[in-house]
């Protein structure tokens, strides 16, 4: 995006990167752009420039704390989609056996209750939570993210966490520059509260350690109280902080 000032006002040029695999898996165009520089956004300028390029929905990042931007979107009734917040730790060294009731699936066949509890995972994800999104693309995307997790694709651990032979959680763990990354993490509906969670965490952080890893870090949403609330309790502090919005042409 550039910036060119006139004598009453600055005019924005928008550059909307275009998100091929989104617009591939969705089935219409998508783009983003990075207002995170940006002081001010011109959002009716940025929608006429999402029309003329056919654009049906653009992912707009911010800083966390630009006010402005966040009053303008409000202008046009476009509220945050996400308030998304990294946390990130220094892995313990106290710790290198995983719990016997973790069992690494990674290249298991999925079962449908891995799916269910995937899916489970998303219920902050500004992908459900956006009513514009009315064609599945929730349970497409977490159900393309659990199949690619399983397959080795985009994970290097599939953790599932069994009480009597059934599955009552899991939690995914990649490789993002270098550091170890949490993916997708649920406990199930019917297993919440006994600490599992916790535990999953905990020997995400016993695997990263195993395979060379000395930092661990994953991205949730701060609406999602009780999953921040559980970074924070195992030692995970705040990296950064953004704002997502999603403008619809």
């Not at 945050?80 to 699936?105: G, H, L, M, Q, Y």
Request: hydrophobic share 35%; with cysteine.
């Amino acid at each position: 995006m550039s910036q060119e000032k006139s004598e009453n006002q600055p005019i924005y040029r928008y550059e909307v990167k275009k998100m091929l695999w989104d617009t591939n898996f969705f089935g219409y165009s998508v783009g983003s752009i990075d207002l995170r520089q940006y002081k001010d956004i011109d959002v009716s300028r940025l929608k006429d420039v999402l029309i003329k390029s056919g654009t049906k929905v653009c992912y707009c990042y911010s800083e966390s704390t630009n006010q402005v931007i966040q009053d303008r979107f409000k202008e046009y009734g476009i509220e945050i989609a996400d308030r998304k917040v990294t946390f990130i730790k220094s892995i313990s060294a106290d710790e290198t056996t995983c719990s016997p009731e973790i069992i690494n699936v990674l290249g298991s066949e999925m079962t449908p209750k891995i799916l269910e509890i995937a899916l489970q995972s998303g219920v902050y994800s500004r992908f459900k939570r956006d009513p514009e999104f009315h064609n599945n693309e929730y349970e497409k995307l977490y159900t393309e993210w659990i199949t690619k997790s399983m397959s080795g694709d985009i994970a290097l651990a599939v953790l599932v966490f069994y009480i009597d032979g059934d599955e009552a959680g899991l939690i995914t763990v990649g490789d993002k520059n270098g550091i170890a990354d949490i993916g997708l993490l649920a406990v199930d509906q019917n297993y919440r509260g006994k600490g599992i969670g916790k535990k999953l965490v905990k020997n995400a952080e016993v695997f990263a350690k195993n395979i060379g890893f000395d930092k661990i870090q994953v991205v949730s949403q701060l609406d999602n109280q009780i999953a921040c609330s559980l970074y924070e309790k195992c030692g995970f502090s705040v990296l950064k902080t953004e704002n997502i919005y999603h403008v619809w042409s």
